[in-house]
């Protein structure tokens, strides 16, 4: 009798990556092509938001002659935030056991995939950190580094996590931790978005490890970062410190109202 062939990542199971897309023409078939390379078991979903520019298309057409790929198109542009909680729902409606968060841009390198799912075997969140020993930013200007490790310091004081790297998107979640994290009450997009999606892992009390990355900025295609996103995610992480503190000096009290 032949042995079963094996379903998915090695101890992990079946493991879909989501790709959000908005005008990433340029990088896209090169970041899905090193994806497949670096983890040819895994799947990939790319949620694509509608983009002028015919990411959809170009996706479509990947989909089309690879079984491993998918598109979700989204009817208009809703942010980062919203595609991560789409394709979140579609991998669970389809029983995968982990979903891998990973940019479009080129600036998370598929070829750290491996080393991610390897630690997921004993974790149930796995962030690819910039800021653990062992890992590299490469060709940041000195103003991002300083607002990405500021920003990092300034979650992990507030919210009191100990995770260095809460801006980070490159992760693996257990689908098991996405259900314990309750989702349903993330209304952040943009860079706060990984930092609650950071806070939802530690208040649940799931095993978070990190895993040192090589991060590189983008090489083609625009930044979406602006001012405006950097100002939500500070507002954010202030009212979630303070609702934190308010609520652990007295524990009793319900706070009211949804986060903000």
């Known amino acids: 009798m032949s042995e079963p062939v094996p379903v998915g ?5 079946r493991v879909l990556v989501v790709i959000p897309t908005y005008n990433e023409a340029e990088n ?7 994806v497949r390379a670096a983890a040819p078991a895994v799947d990939i979903l ?8 015919g990411t959809g298309v170009i996706a479509q057409a990947m989909a089309a002659t690879d079984p491993h790929v998918d598109v979700l198109h989204r009817p208009a ?21 982990a979903v891998v968060e990973m940019d479009a841009d080129g600036s998370h390198a598929p070829e750290d995939l491996p080393a991610l799912l390897a630690a997921a075997r004993d974790a149930d969140v796995v962030i690819g950190s ?25 979650a992990r004081l507030a919210l009191g996590m100990p995770v ?13 931790a996405l259900t314990a994290m309750q989702l349903e009450s993330v209304c952040s997009q943009g860079y706060s ?52 503190r308010r609520a652990a000096a007295w524990p009793g009290r319900r706070v009211a109202g949804r986060w903000p």
């Open 46 to 53: 790319v949620a694509d938001d509608n983009s002028p520019d």
């Open 77 to 97: 542009k809703e942010g980062l935030g919203q595609a991560y909680l789409a394709g979140f729902a579609w991998a669970r409606r389809r029983g995968y056991d």
């Open 164 to 176: 260095s790297d809460a801006t980070g998107g490159y992760r693996v979640y257990r689908s098991t």
């Open 28 to 34: 896209l078939p090169d970041v899905v092509a090193r």
């Open 130 to 154: 910039r800021w653990t020993r062992g890992a590299r930013v490469l060709n940041w200007p000195l103003r991002r580094l300083l607002l990405s490790r500021c920003g990092n310091l300034y």
């Open 193 to 244: 978005f990984q930092v609650e999606l950071s806070r939802l892992a530690h208040r649940a009390g799931v095993r978070i490890v990190e895993v040192p990355i090589t991060f590189a900025e983008r090489e083609r295609g625009a930044s979406k970062m602006s001012p405006l996103i950097v100002a939500e995610a500070l507002w954010r992480i202030t009212t979630w410190g303070l609702r934190d």
């Open 9 to 13: 990542h090695p101890g992990v199971g």
